[in-house]
């Protein structure tokens, strides 16, 4: 029996150095492959200078153009069983192409995070007014939620916002997979080498700068935080990395003020373990924060906000301290760089939660079942989700004009 083929869908290539989203994507393909899939991975981009080289790992890569009839020549020759959209704006692109030519393949949507949700708490950050959940009736709200409708199963990365699809916007249970970020057995293994409090020196932040609440979060850091904390530690620096940085990030370094823009982290492990305190005042967001789990894998208690420890911890105590305002967050930065004792119950109380709450071996056999469940009942499954087939039949008709007339116009401008 021919192994089973699934095909991945991104508008960008794998960065697992740059971003959680491309690490969280090379544990998917890992888990595929494991389940015997060949894999085919397709981007709307140009490959960077960070991506990681897939056909190392034996997955089969190409790009895919929007707007073009030759995706459908493509997919049909290909004819994978099971068809992975990274993130709804590519699903919209491509979605009806795929239901098209491929109508009995499995259509999975992986949210990354919530983007209506993030973008309203923008929305709300930025006019200095109070989130609430009306604030969610929005157009992109209306785009994605209709993604999730249109696809057989989303993954989602946040309790939280699984909770939020469910009573808010009314989406079917069955229709949705809690999928966080996960840590193997291995990794677990390394918690007991990780460099004790004596050995490290300063607090950390690190984040993708594409990703606006990370850019947010430096602001606050060098405006807000960082210009009382400095003066309450007046030895201490503050050591600023990420992918991306453009010339306004670089513009804030500052050697007098002991706040470094140091750009990309060769070594992402490195560099955190051997801060003492992760800090990350995040303003407005979605999902769960890759930098905030690493810290705990590798032993760096953390400073937070609730809306970046949400969907993290569930019921256990935080590796170190949420707080949402200026003066509680600078409070208990000195508190947890200083006292040993609260910085070592931080680090394992950070242990706890990668054990209880992240480890892989809680969610690949019951998502592995799912999917072949899925596969074997999808007629029925589909005949459930009347919402998502009426959706689809729109989308079907109106995108399939567009695009055709999109196609036409481009060929005719070249």
């Not at 015997?36 to 890569?61: H, M, N, P, W």
């Not at 959940?133 to 699984?162: G, P, Q, W």
């Not at 409090?197 to 606006?212: A, Q, S």
Request: hydrophobic share 40%; charged share 25%.
């Amino acid at each position: 029996m021919d192994n089973k083929k699934l095909l991945i869908i991104s508008s960008v290539w794998v960065e697992p150095k740059s971003s959680a989203a491309g690490s969280r994507m090379l544990q998917l393909i890992h888990f595929f492959q494991v389940c015997g899939y060949e894999i085919t991975y397709t981007s709307t981009s140009v490959r960077s200078d960070f991506a990681f080289d897939l056909t190392k790992i034996d997955v089969s890569c190409g790009q895919v153009m929007i707007n073009c009839s030759s995706f459908d020549e493509f997919v049909t020759e290909l004819h994978p069983d099971v068809v992975l959209f990274d993130r709804f704006m590519v699903e919209e692109q491509f979605g009806w192409r795929v239901a098209k030519c491929c109508p009995d393949a499995l259509r999975l949507l992986d949210t990354e995070d919530l983007h209506c949700l993030r973008d309203a708490r923008k929305e709300a950050y930025k006019k200095k007014i109070e989130f609430s959940e009306e604030m969610l009736f929005s157009d992109v709200a209306k785009r994605e939620i209709a993604s999730i409708f249109r696809c057989d199963l989303t993954l989602m990365i946040s309790e939280f916002e699984m909770e939020l699809l469910q009573t808010f916007f009314k989406v079917d249970e069955k229709l949705l997979f809690y999928l966080p970020i996960l840590v193997s057995e291995s990794t677990v293994d390394e918690f007991s080498d990780r460099l004790p409090f004596e050995e490290r020196t300063d607090f950390v932040f690190i984040g993708n700068f594409l990703h606006e609440p990370n850019w947010n979060c430096v602001q606050v850091l060098k405006t807000e935080i960082w210009p009382i904390l400095s003066k309450k530690l007046p030895k201490v620096n503050l050591l600023v990395y990420g992918a991306y940085p453009s010339h306004k990030v670089f513009q804030l370094d500052n050697p007098k003020e002991r706040f470094f823009i140091k750009g990309r982290a060769e070594n992402a492990i490195e560099v955190i373990e051997n801060a003492k305190v992760l800090l990350a005042p995040i303003r407005f967001g979605a999902g769960i924060k890759g930098k905030l789990l690493e810290a705990m894998l590798y032993g760096t208690p953390s400073v937070t906000t609730s809306i970046g420890a949400e969907g993290m911890n569930g019921n256990l105590p935080w590796n170190g301290f949420i707080e949402d305002t200026n003066e509680g967050f600078i409070e208990k930065a000195v508190s947890l760089y200083s006292d040993q004792t609260v910085w070592n119950q931080a680090q394992q109380n950070g242990f706890e939660i990668i054990k209880k709450r992240f480890s892989e071996d809680d969610f690949l056999n019951e998502l592995k079942a799912s999917i072949d469940f899925l596969i074997s009942n999808l007629k029925l499954h589909r005949q459930q989700n009347f919402i998502g087939a009426m959706l689809q039949h729109h989308t079907l008709q109106s995108t399939h004009y567009m695009s055709k007339w999109i196609e036409a116009k481009n060929k005719n401008t070249v």
